[in-house]
C-alpha cells in the first residue's frame, strides 16, 4: 500500500522559522568550504534561489556563511540549490569576460529517483513512495557507495534524502571536484548499466560477446542476487502478471525455453514469481554443463538480476560541472519534509516517512522553549529537536573533511 | 642546422615552439597544408566513417600535403618534413586557440592524427619515442598480478587473454577516461591497471592532455601576438576556412517563401513527411501529452528547422502539454523554448540535431523517447512501430526483412534512406535513390523537406544542403 507522501506544502511563515531558527548554515558551510576560513571554495559558488511565485534566481554567491543566512531569510526560498565554483565570483558573472567565467570545481554529484523504477516496481507509481519500495533505493544506494569507495577510492561520500521519493550522493573528495566534464562522462559510462529507452527490452549490456561480467559488476552481482529473491520475486511479485512474465520471457535469448515457459504460465498463471523464476532454473539446467547453450542461458540470468536491480541513476545529474542541486537540509516542497542526510551502513532501516517535517519540527521547539521570543534567535536551536541527529551526522563528516584539507595543506608546505 | 636533433622521432608531442626564423611564407604553406588534413578527419567522423577507412584517408591525404618519413627512410628530406610538420602545428595552434569551439575541434583532430601515425609507426621507432618521455605509469608487480587475477582475466575484453602473460601498467583512472567509460581495465582505490595493448591510451590521452593545456596558455599569451599585423590576418582566414568547410547546420530555406508552418499543421506533416524518430516524438508527445527533456530538444529544433515560427511553437508546446498549468507551462517550458529559438541566454542559434547526433549521443534512459528508433527500439517494436506509421503510406511486411537486416547490420540511417525510399515510392522515388541522388538520410529535416518537396512536384530544384561535407558533430 502506498501511503500519500504529500502533506500541504509548508507556509512562507514555517518557512522563514525554519531559516531562521534550524537551518544548519553553520555545518553546510563547512561542508562546502573544507576549512573555517572561507576561501574560494565557498566565496566562488554559484547559489541558486527558487522563489513563490515561480522565481528562480541564479548566480548569487556570498562571502560566509552569515552572509547566505541573511540573504536565505529575506528572500525565504521554497528551495535553494547548489552549483559549481566558478573561476570568478557568481554575482560578478555580469562584470567578468564570459571566458574568465567557467566552472571549475564541482562535488561529483548522483540523482537516483524512484520514478526510474516505475516500469520495475508493482506497489506504487509516479511520485508515491511506501516502505517496499525504499528497497530498491536502499540497494541502489549500497552498491553505488560500496563501488566508489573500492573502485575510484573517493572517501568523502553525503547521501542526502530527496524529501520525496529519491536520494542524492555528494562526493567531495578533493580529487573529485577537480574532475572535467569529461571525465564525469566516464565515470558515469563505468556505473552505468540500465541502459536503452521504453522500447529496449534488453537494457543490459555489458558484456563483451559472451565474456564474464566485468569484475566490478560481479562484485555488484552477489548482493543483488539477495535482493532480487526478495524483492523481485517474493515482495513486487514482479513475474505475477502476464505482462510482467513476458517482459522477462523477452530477456530469454532461447527460442525452446520460451516456448516452454510461455506454455507453462499461461496454463498456471496463478503460479507465483518465485515458482517461474524456479521454472527458468530447471529448464536452464535441462542443457549439460558446459554447453553454449547453458553458458548463454546463465548469462541471461544474471544480466536479468542486474536489469531489475541495479542501481538506476540519473545520468544527466552527474555529468556536467554546472548541474545546480538541491542543498541537503532543504525542505522538499510538496512533502514538507527535510532532506536529511542518510547513513548507507543503516540505509536499510532508513524510513523516509520518520523524516521529520517543517511543522513537527517547530512544534518540538515550542514544546522545549514556550514563548522564548523571538528576540533571542538561536543559531542551534536544532539541538533542541530531532533533526540533531541528522546534523550531527552532517557535522562529523565535516570534522573528517577539514581534518583530510588540514593533512594536505601541511604536506604541500613541508 | 642540425634540425633532426631537435627531433628526434616521427611522432611528436609539441614540446618546444620553433625557435628558428620563418618566413610568412612558410608560415603561411605549412598551416594550409596541414589543414588539408585535419579538414579531412573532420568530415570522416561527419561522415561516420569507421577508424580503419579514416587512417586510409588520412594517410592518403598526409601523402600528398604533408609526408612524414620513418627515421630510416632514405631519399627524402626528413628534417624538411619534420620541420614543416613543428611548424604547421604550431602556426595552426595560434589559429586555433581563441574559442572554445575551436579549440575542441583542434584537439580532436590532432589527436586523431596523432593516433593514426602512431599506429603507423615503425615499432622499434615507437618504442624509443615512448623510452624517451615519462608517461609516469607504474608497472604492477607478479605480487599484484597474483592478487588481482581473477579481476584482470574477467576485466580483459579477450577471451584469450593471459593474465599471468601480459604486462599492466597502474595509471590514475582519470588519465584513461575511455577506457573507463567501456569498463575495459581493473579498477581498483582510483587506479586503472593498463594492459600493455592498451597502453596506446594512456599515450594518446596524455597527448590530448597536453594539448589541452597549451592552447588554453597560447589563449592567454595571444593578445601580444596581435600587434603583428602581418600575422593576424592569415590566422583569421585559417580559423575561418576551418569553419567553412565544415558547417554543421541543415539550415531551413529562407523565410518568405511560402515555406512558414503553423502549429496545426503538425499532425497531418507528421503523418505524411516525418521520419520514424520525430514521427515517435509525435506519438509519444500527443499520447503521454509530455516530451521528456531530450525528446523535447530533439523535436523541437526540428520543427523549428522546418519552419515553426517562435509564437507558432509556443503555441504548439502549449497545446501538447494540455495536462499542465499555464504557470508551471511559463515558468517550466517557456523559457526554454525561447532558447532554442536564440531568444534567450547565449542567444545561440542551435542548429537541429543531425542522424549522428541522434544517433551516438544522449543516449535515451528507460523512460525517454528521443533518439533514433532504427538504433533504440527493440527489434519487435521497432517492426511493429514501422508498420503503424507508415502502411499508409505503402510499407507492407513483406519490406521489413530488408529493413531489419540493415538495421542489425548498425546501419541505421540506411534502414531510414529504405523506408523512405518505399514510402515514396508512388511519387516515383526507386530503390537506390535515397533522399535524391542516391544520397543517404543524414539528417531528420533532409527527409522532411525531401519528402515534402516530392508532394509539390517541384523535384529539379531541389538541393541538399545536408551533402557529405557538412555535420561536424560537435559534441
Ligand atoms: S536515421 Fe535519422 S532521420 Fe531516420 S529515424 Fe534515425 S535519426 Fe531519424
Ligand atoms: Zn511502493
Redesign the interface.
Known amino acids: 500500500m502506498a501511503l500519500s507522501n504529500d502533506v500541504e506544502s509548508p507556509s512562507a511563515e514555517l518557512m522563514l522559522a525554519f531559516y531562521r531558527r534550524l537551518y544548519p548554515f553553520k555545518s553546510v558551510f563547512g561542508w562546502l568550504n573544507h576549512e573555517h576560513t572561507p576561501t574560494k571554495f565557498f566565496t566562488h559558488r554559484e547559489f541558486a534561489f527558487t522563489l513563490p511565485g515561480d522565481v528562480y534566481l541564479r548566480y548569487n554567491s556570498f562571502a560566509t556563511a552569515d552572509d547566505l543566512k541573511k540573504q536565505v531569510c529575506t528572500l525565504n526560498p521554497t528551495r535553494f540549490e547548489i552549483g559549481p565554483v566558478y573561476s570568478a565570483r557568481p554575482r560578478d558573472k555580469k562584470t567578468v569576460r564570459p571566458a574568465a567565467f567557467t566552472p571549475q570545481l564541482r562535488e561529483l554529484v548522483f540523482d537516483i529517483d524512484m520514478t526510474d523504477y516505475d516500469t520495475i516496481r508493482t506497489c506504487c507509481s509516479g511520485a508515491e513512495i511506501c516502505r517496499r519500495c525504499w528497497v530498491f533505493i536502499a540497494a541502489a544506494v549500497r552498491v553505488m557507495d560500496r563501488s566508489i569507495r573500492d573502485q575510484f577510492g573517493y572517501k568523502y561520500l553525503l547521501w542526502v534524502y530527496s524529501g520525496r521519493r529519491g536520494i542524492h550522493l555528494w562526493i567531495s573528495d578533493r580529487e573529485a571536484m577537480e574532475l572535467t566534464d569529461e571525465q564525469r562522462r566516464a565515470l558515469v559510462g563505468w556505473v552505468t548499466v540500465i541502459q536503452g529507452g521504453k522500447e529496449m527490452h534488453k537494457k543490459v549490456n555489458v558484456r563483451v560477446g559472451s565474456r564474464p561480467l566485468p569484475p566490478s559488476l560481479a562484485m555488484a552481482l552477489e548482493p543483488l542476487a539477495v535482493v532480487f529473491g526478495d524483492l523481485i520475486l517474493a515482495d513486487q511479485d514482479c513475474f505475477a502478471s502476464e505482462e510482467g512474465w513476458e517482459a522477462l520471457l523477452h530477456l530469454i535469448p532461447d527460442k525452446t525455453v520460451v516456448e516452454n515457459l510461455r506454455k507453462k504460465w499461461t496454463a498456471n498463471p496463478e503460479r507465483s514469481s518465485e515458482d517461474k523464476w524456479d521454472d527458468l532454473k530447471k529448464e536452464v539446467k535441462e542443457y549439460a554443463k558446459g554447453t553454449p547453450q547453458r553458458a548463454t542461458l546463465t548469462a541471461a540470468m544474471e544480466d536479468i538480476i542486474l536489469q531489475y536491480t541495479y542501481p538506476r541513476i540519473d545520468a544527466e545529474v552527474s555529468k556536467h560541472r554546472n548541474h545546480l542541486l538541491k542543498a541537503p537540509f532543504c525542505v522538499h516542497p510538496k512533502t514538507g519534509r527535510v532532506c536529511v542526510p542518510v547513513d548507507p551502513e543503516t540505509i536499510d532501516s532508513f524510513r523516509p516517512e520518520r523524516v521529520p517535517t517543517v511543522s513537527q519540527l517547530l512544534q518540538e521547539l515550542d514544546e522545549v522553549l514556550p514563548a522564548a521570543g523571538d528576540a533571542a534567535e538561536h543559531h542551534s536551536d536544532w539541538e533542541r529537536t530531532s533533526l540533531k541527529p541528522y546534523v550531527d551526522m552532517l557535522d562529523r563528516h565535516v570534522m573528517t573533511l577539514m581534518e583530510e584539507t588540514r593533512r594536505t595543506k601541511r604536506d604541500m608546505t613541508w | 642546422m642540425a634540425l633532426h636533433s631537435q627531433i628526434p622521432h616521427r611522432l611528436n608531442f609539441y614540446d618546444r615552439p620553433p625557435l628558428d626564423d620563418i618566413t610568412i611564407e612558410e608560415f603561411e604553406t605549412c598551416a594550409l597544408d596541414r589543414l588539408r588534413v585535419l579538414a579531412e578527419i573532420e568530415s570522416s567522423f561527419a561522415r561516420n566513417r569507421s577508424y580503419d577507412e579514416l587512417k586510409t584517408v588520412t594517410l592518403e591525404q598526409c601523402k600528398k600535403y604533408l609526408p612524414l618519413n620513418s627515421s630510416t627512410a632514405i631519399a627524402v628530406d626528413r628534417d624538411a618534413e619534420r620541420r614543416k610538420d613543428h611548424v604547421g602545428h604550431f602556426v595552426l595552434r595560434l589559429a586555433f586557440c581563441r574559442s572554445e569551439e575551436l579549440r575542441r575541434r583542434f584537439v580532436k583532430a590532432e589527436t586523431s592524427l596523432f593516433r593514426i601515425r602512431y599506429d603507423s609507426d615503425d615499432r622499434v621507432e615507437r618504442d624509443a619515442f615512448l623510452n624517451s618521455r615519462d608517461f609516469d605509469w607504474i608497472p604492477v608487480t607478479d605480487e599484484e598480478r597474483l592478487e588481482y587475477r581473477?579481476?584482470l582475466s574477467?576485466?580483459?575484453?579477450?577471451?584469450d587473454a593471459v593474465p599471468e602473460k601480459e604486462r599492466y601498467y597502474k595509471v590514475k583512472?582519470?588519465r584513461v577516461?575511455?577506457l573507463?567509460?567501456?569498463?575495459k581495465v581493473?579498477?581498483?582505490?582510483?587506479?586503472a591497471f593498463v594492459p600493455a595493448r592498451e597502453q596506446s591510451s594512456i599515450v594518446f590521452q596524455e597527448f590530448q592532455t597536453h594539448l589541452e593545456r597549451d592552447l588554453e596558455m597560447t589563449a592567454k599569451a595571444l593578445p601580444r601576438l596581435d600587434e603583428d599585423t602581418r600575422i593576424v590576418p592569415i590566422l583569421n582566414n585559417l580559423s575561418q576556412g576551418f569553419l567553412a568547410g565544415v558547417s554543421s547546420e541543415w539550415s531551413s530555406s529562407p523565410a518568405g517563401n511560402g515555406n512558414e508552418i503553423t502549429a496545426d499543421m503538425v499532425d497531418e506533416l507528421s503523418r505524411k513527411h516525418f521520419p520514424a524518430c520525430m514521427r515517435n516524438l509525435h506519438d509519444s508527445l500527443r499520447r503521454d501529452r509530455h516530451l521528456k527533456?531530450f525528446g523535447r530538444l530533439q523535436y523541437g529544433l526540428f520543427l523549428k528547422v522546418l519552419g515553426l515560427s517562435i509564437d507558432e511553437a509556443i503555441l504548439f508546446w502549449r497545446r501538447s502539454f494540455s495536462n499542465i498549468q499555464d504557470?508551471k507551462f511559463?515558468?517550466e517550458y517557456r523559457y526554454n523554448i525561447r532558447h532554442s529559438y536564440g531568444l534567450e541566454g547565449k542567444r545561440a542559434n542551435y542548429p537541429a540535431r543531425s542522424c549522428q547526433q541522434i544517433l551516438m549521443s544522449d543516449?535515451?534512459?528507460?523512460?525517454?523517447?528521443?533518439?533514433c528508433?532504427y538504433r533504440?527500439?527493440?527489434p519487435d517494436?521497432?517492426q511493429s512501430?514501422l508498420l503503424s506509421m507508415y502502411s499508409s503510406q505503402g510499407l507492407t511486411s513483406a519490406d521489413l526483412a530488408e529493413v531489419m537486416n540493415t538495421v542489425k547490420a548498425g546501419h541505421y540511417h540506411v534502414a531510414c534512406t529504405r523506408v523512405f525510399e518505399i514510402t515514396h515510392a508512388s511519387q516515383g522515388v526507386k530503390k537506390g535513390e535515397g533522399v535524391g541522388g542516391g544520397e543517404s538520410v543524414t539528417h531528420p529535416n533532409q527527409y522532411a523537406a525531401r519528402s515534402r518537396e516530392l508532394e509539390r512536384g517541384k523535384d529539379e530544384g531541389f538541393k541538399t544542403e545536408a551533402d557529405g561535407d557538412v555535420v561536424m558533430q560537435i559534441s
Do not use: C, V
Not at chain 2, 154 to 159: E, F, G, P, W
Not at chain 2, 180 to 183: A, G, V
Not at chain 2, 363 to 371: M, N, V, Y
Open positions: 581473477a579481476e574477467a576485466a580483459s575484453t579477450s577471451k583512472w582519470t577516461p575511455d573507463i567509460e567501456k569498463r581493473f579498477l581498483k582505490g582510483g587506479l527533456h504557470d511559463n515558468k543516449q535515451p534512459g528507460a523512460s525517454d523517447s528521443h533518439g528508433p533504440h527500439f527493440a517494436n521497432l512501430a
